[in-house]
């Protein structure tokens, strides 16, 4: 595993420009909209979505074949991609987040209050369900095909969530309602639900990734 | 050390039926044409494919029950295949260290400055020659028990082969038990090095041989239409047509040169017997 996060972090320094980039729009548009809620999203999102570029170098030029052959199953493999994302996902997330806290405290922007920081807890949630989908939609359809197949997926879940807020809505159950009851909980309630059903995800997609993984001939 | 048991993988187009051992001690080589197999039964033995049929053992044990222990203790050269050329060498011996208990990472950097390796650049800047040197020093880097090679000279000039040549066979002396299993289309790497051979074409093993007896017992008769009238051919293993008569390929020179002494009888090195092998017609 070490090996594997080491080669990963490997790939990753090589878009140095880019998280350079990055970082400096993240401070740029905090300053502008006088809120660091873009810096804490948009670098998250963008940190997740490097093990996907670690997944499409893996690929290139036949590397699979190669990799196979190092002492690495193809369980541990896909192990590897999830607790890189996670470890890049939640460490870029909690720098942002304690950067935001500093900003807010600094400049009064907000309240710094439990309200505060579930809605950023909500941004990691939403970000690691990114993950939860793309990792296998990328394994099983790799580099080229990826992009398309990850296109449809991403639209297919924003249209099945409209979808099934309808259908509910339909059925007469109110979703809102639902949503403040849940935020009216408190936070060790609301933080318990989400964690479930995060962690249900995540294992449904390794699940999911470790079988395509299995299947896959190099 | 390796045994594959009658593996048999279906393609659109090809079939591979593959039997052969790799014994401890033992520097096995696949010699075939383009498109023989060689790749795919390499692939097969390292479990990269699933096989339709037969058994892999590796070390004793199912290859399918391999552990990553078990694989640490595997140097593998592939030809189309290695590390990310975007990483350097000193990234890559950082990986090694981490992911092989037995890498001997001081050697390693040694050994490539040795062969001018330079390791703070990206492998993706390196020639062909350069690769495929790193290649198999990173199979060579963790005291493996067995090495797997498939075609590890191609693109190297004959100096580089020799050198890397004979870090393989220093490898062998340091430890009896060791063994490798090789394919390369430089009969020359393989006539010095293996102990015993193996010729596939269109996925079938057609032939095993030890080195030593392919070298001392295999022949070449050249004979015209009537000589060829009049010889026994029960030891005649293949026949081509050439313009004086026939080439005769034999696995025992020496009857030929004692029961038909004033016979052209060459001896035969592994590209003679792989070409009579392959295009030869069975009597």
């Keep these: 595993?070490?090996?594997?996060?080491?080669?990963?972090?490997?790939?990753?320094?090589?878009?140095?420009?880019?998280?350079?980039?990055?970082?400096?729009?993240?401070?740029?548009?905090?300053?502008?909209?006088?809120?660091?809620?873009?810096?804490?999203?948009?670098?998250?999102?963008?940190?997740?979505?490097?093990?996907?570029?670690?997944?499409?170098?893996?690929?290139?030029?036949?590397?699979?074949?190669?990799?196979?052959?190092?002492?690495?199953?193809?369980?541990?493999?896909?192990?590897?991609?999830?607790?890189?994302?996670?470890?890049?996902?939640?460490?870029?997330?909690?720098?942002?987040?304690?950067?935001?806290?500093?900003?807010?405290?600094?400049?009064?922007?907000a309240e710094l209050n439990t309200d505060w920081i579930m809605s950023y807890i909500i941004y990691l949630g939403f970000v690691l369900l990114i993950v939860a989908v793309t990792v296998p939609v990328q394994l099983k359809f790799g580099g080229e095909k990826g992009r398309i197949a990850m296109?449809?997926?991403?639209?297919g879940m924003f249209l099945a969530g409209w979808v099934i807020v309808k259908g509910l809505k339909k059925i007469g159950m109110d979703v809102e309602a639902v949503l403040d009851k849940t935020s009216s909980m408190g936070i060790a309630v609301f933080l318990g639900i989400w964690f479930v059903i995060f962690c249900i995800i995540l294992f449904i997609s390794f699940g999911v990734s470790v079988k395509i993984m299995e299947r896959k001939e190099f | 050390m390796l045994k594959m048991d009658r593996v048999e993988k279906g393609y659109e187009k090809f079939r591979l039926q593959c039997s052969l051992e790799v014994k401890p001690g033992f520097v096995t080589g696949l010699v075939g044409p383009n498109g023989a197999g060689k790749s795919t039964a390499f692939k097969a033995a390292l479990g990269l494919i699933h096989t339709d049929g037969g058994k892999v053992e590796i070390f004793g044990k199912d290859s399918a029950k391999l552990t990553n222990r078990d694989k640490a203790e595997i140097g593998v050269v592939l030809a189309d295949s290695g590390f990310s050329e975007y990483l350097s060498i000193k990234d890559i011996s950082r990986v090694m260290s981490a992911l092989y208990p037995g890498f001997e990472k001081t050697k390693?950097?040694?050994?490539?400055?040795?062969?001018?390796?330079?390791?703070?650049?990206?492998?993706?800047t390196f020639s062909t020659g350069m690769k495929a040197k790193l290649k198999l020093l990173l199979a060579l880097s963790h005291k493996a028990k067995m090495l797997v090679l498939d075609e590890p000279t191609a693109g190297l000039d004959v100096a580089a082969r020799e050198d890397l040549l004979d870090i393989l066979r220093e490898y062998m002396e340091e430890d009896t038990e060791r063994a490798i299993l090789i394919s390369s289309h430089i009969s020359g790497d393989l006539e010095g090095l293996c102990d015993d051979l193996y010729l596939i074409q269109d996925?079938?093993?057609?032939?095993?041989?030890?080195?030593?007896?392919?070298?001392?017992q295999y022949g070449v008769l050249k004979v015209d239409e009537e000589q060829f009238r009049n010889l026994d051919t029960q030891y005649i293993?293949?026949?081509?047509?050439?313009?004086?008569?026939?080439?005769?390929?034999?696995?025992?020179?020496?009857?030929?040169?004692?029961?038909?002494?004033?016979?052209?009888?060459?001896?035969?090195?592994?590209?003679?017997?792989?070409?009579m092998m392959m295009k030869g017609e069975e009597l």
């Design chain 1, 1 to 109: 595993m070490k090996g594997l996060l080491l080669k990963d972090f490997c790939i990753s320094k090589l878009q140095k420009t880019f998280i350079i980039l990055i970082v400096i729009m993240g401070a740029v548009f905090t300053y502008l909209w006088k809120s660091p809620s873009y810096m804490v999203s948009f670098l998250t999102f963008i940190a997740t979505l490097f093990v996907l570029t670690t997944i499409s170098y893996d690929e290139f030029d036949n590397g699979y074949s190669f990799l196979f052959t190092l002492p690495v199953s193809r369980k541990l493999y896909v192990t590897e991609k999830y607790v890189f994302a996670l470890l890049l996902g939640a460490g870029i997330w909690c720098i942002t987040t304690a950067l935001a806290a500093v900003y807010v405290a600094v400049t009064g922007a």
């Design chain 1, 151 to 155: 296109i449809i997926v991403l639209g």
């Design chain 2, 108 to 124: 390693f950097l040694k050994q490539c400055e040795q062969f001018h390796l330079p390791v703070n650049k990206r492998v993706k």
């Design chain 2, 203 to 216: 996925g079938q093993i057609v032939m095993h041989e030890e080195t030593d007896i392919l070298l001392d």
């Design chain 2, 237 to 275: 293993l293949r026949r081509r047509k050439e313009t004086f008569g026939y080439r005769l390929l034999t696995d025992q020179k020496q009857y030929y040169v004692e029961n038909y002494p004033k016979m052209v009888i060459e001896n035969a090195n592994i590209d003679e017997v792989v070409l």
